[in-house]
Protein backbone atom coordinates (compact mmCIF):
# COMPACT_ATOMS: atom_id res chain seq x y z
CA UNK A 1 0.00 0.00 0.00
CA UNK A 2 1.03 3.27 -0.95
CA UNK A 3 -0.50 6.78 1.20
CA UNK A 4 -0.84 9.84 -0.55
CA UNK A 5 -1.13 13.32 1.99
CA UNK A 6 -1.54 16.19 1.15
CA UNK A 7 0.81 19.21 2.60
CA UNK A 8 -1.44 19.14 5.64
CA UNK A 9 -0.84 15.77 6.45
CA UNK A 10 -4.70 14.58 5.51
CA UNK A 11 -5.01 11.32 3.55
CA UNK A 12 -5.81 11.69 -0.02
CA UNK A 13 -5.32 8.73 -2.06
CA UNK A 14 -4.48 5.12 -1.15
CA UNK A 15 -3.15 3.17 -3.39
CA UNK A 16 -3.40 -0.82 -2.74
CA UNK A 17 -2.73 -3.76 -4.04
CA UNK A 18 -2.79 -7.49 -3.36
CA UNK A 19 -2.69 -10.88 -4.96
CA UNK A 20 -5.54 -12.54 -4.65
CA UNK A 21 -4.85 -15.99 -7.06
CA UNK A 22 -8.22 -15.46 -9.66
CA UNK A 23 -10.84 -12.57 -8.82
CA UNK A 24 -14.30 -14.29 -9.01
CA UNK A 25 -15.99 -11.60 -8.59
CA UNK A 26 -13.71 -8.70 -9.08
CA UNK A 27 -16.47 -6.18 -7.49
CA UNK A 28 -16.29 -7.81 -3.92
CA UNK A 29 -12.75 -7.96 -4.19
CA UNK A 30 -12.74 -4.35 -4.19
CA UNK A 31 -15.05 -3.55 -1.72
CA UNK A 32 -13.16 -6.13 0.74
CA UNK A 33 -10.12 -3.50 -0.42
CA UNK A 34 -11.84 -0.76 0.53
CA UNK A 35 -13.44 -1.96 3.43
CA UNK A 36 -10.02 -3.15 4.64
CA UNK A 37 -8.15 -0.07 4.31
CA UNK A 38 -10.85 1.71 6.38
CA UNK A 39 -10.03 -0.32 9.48
CA UNK A 40 -6.40 -0.07 8.55
CA UNK A 41 -6.65 3.85 8.21
CA UNK A 42 -8.94 4.39 11.63
CA UNK A 43 -6.23 1.87 13.76
CA UNK A 44 -3.85 3.93 12.33
CA UNK A 45 -4.86 7.29 12.94
CA UNK A 46 -7.46 7.52 14.70
CA UNK A 47 -9.17 4.43 16.95
CA UNK A 48 -7.99 4.55 20.10
CA UNK A 49 -9.57 1.99 22.34
CA UNK A 50 -8.73 2.91 25.91
CA UNK A 51 -9.07 -0.32 28.79
CA UNK A 52 -8.59 0.25 32.02
CA UNK A 53 -9.02 -2.74 34.56
CA UNK A 54 -9.77 -5.27 32.07
CA UNK A 55 -13.11 -2.65 30.81
CA UNK A 56 -13.26 -0.48 27.96
CA UNK A 57 -13.46 3.07 28.67
CA UNK A 58 -14.67 4.63 25.58
CA UNK A 59 -17.99 4.30 23.60
CA UNK A 60 -18.96 3.53 19.77
CA UNK A 61 -19.39 7.16 19.16
CA UNK A 62 -15.83 8.50 20.75
CA UNK A 63 -13.65 5.46 19.48
CA UNK A 64 -12.77 7.54 16.53
CA UNK A 65 -14.01 5.69 13.51
CA UNK A 66 -13.47 7.65 10.15
CA UNK A 67 -15.96 9.00 8.85
CA UNK A 68 -17.30 8.22 4.99
CA UNK A 69 -16.21 11.82 4.56
CA UNK A 70 -12.49 11.64 5.55
CA UNK A 71 -11.74 8.61 3.64
CA UNK A 72 -9.32 9.20 1.06
CA UNK A 73 -9.73 8.31 -2.41
CA UNK A 74 -8.81 4.55 -2.90
CA UNK A 75 -7.09 2.86 -6.05
CA UNK A 76 -7.27 -0.92 -6.01
CA UNK A 77 -5.13 -2.57 -8.23
CA UNK A 78 -5.38 -6.33 -8.42
CA UNK A 79 -3.23 -9.12 -8.83
CA UNK A 80 -4.41 -12.22 -10.31
CA UNK A 81 -1.30 -14.73 -10.62
CA UNK A 82 -2.81 -17.95 -9.37
CA UNK A 83 -3.64 -20.22 -12.26
CA UNK A 84 -4.31 -23.47 -9.56
CA UNK A 85 -6.98 -25.41 -10.28
CA UNK A 86 -8.25 -25.89 -6.89
CA UNK A 87 -11.19 -23.24 -5.98
CA UNK A 88 -10.30 -21.58 -9.98
CA UNK A 89 -7.27 -20.15 -8.17
CA UNK A 90 -8.73 -17.77 -5.93
CA UNK A 91 -6.73 -17.38 -2.71
CA UNK A 92 -8.97 -15.04 -0.55
CA UNK A 93 -8.25 -11.16 0.22
CA UNK A 94 -10.01 -11.07 3.93
CA UNK A 95 -8.12 -8.90 6.57
CA UNK A 96 -4.85 -8.91 4.97
CA UNK A 97 -5.45 -5.67 3.67
CA UNK A 98 -5.45 -4.18 7.56
CA UNK A 99 -1.84 -5.41 7.77
CA UNK A 100 0.15 -2.10 5.51
CA UNK A 101 -2.04 0.34 5.93
CA UNK A 102 -0.12 1.72 9.59
CA UNK A 103 3.12 1.21 8.56
CA UNK A 104 2.06 2.98 4.94
CA UNK A 105 0.46 5.67 7.12
CA UNK A 106 3.80 5.85 9.34
CA UNK A 107 5.74 6.28 6.31
CA UNK A 108 4.16 8.18 4.47
CA UNK A 109 4.59 10.60 7.74
CA UNK A 110 7.95 9.93 7.92
CA UNK A 111 8.41 11.29 4.12
CA UNK A 112 6.71 14.18 5.10
CA UNK A 113 8.29 15.35 8.76
CA UNK A 114 11.28 12.82 9.09
CA UNK A 115 9.25 11.78 13.10
CA UNK A 116 9.52 8.15 13.17
CA UNK A 117 6.42 7.44 14.95
CA UNK A 118 5.93 4.08 16.86
CA UNK A 119 2.66 3.83 18.49
CA UNK A 120 -0.40 3.95 17.06
CA UNK A 121 -2.23 5.87 16.68
CA UNK A 122 0.04 8.05 14.84
CA UNK A 123 0.48 10.79 17.10
CA UNK A 124 1.39 14.51 15.39
CA UNK A 125 -0.92 13.54 12.66
CA UNK A 126 -3.64 15.69 10.96
CA UNK A 127 -6.06 13.39 12.78
CA UNK A 128 -4.60 13.48 16.10
CA UNK A 129 -2.37 16.52 17.49
CA UNK A 130 0.18 16.00 19.79
CA UNK A 131 -1.31 18.37 23.43
Known sequence: QLVIMDEKGKGVKV???????????????????????????????????????????????????????QMPEIVSILIQKNENEL???????????????????QNAYYKKDGKFRTSLPLSDTFYKKTK
Open 15 to 69: VSAHDMGRAINPKGVEGQIEGGIAMGLGFALTEDFKIENSRPKVKFGTLGLLRST
Open 87 to 105: AYGAKGIGEIVVIPSAPAC
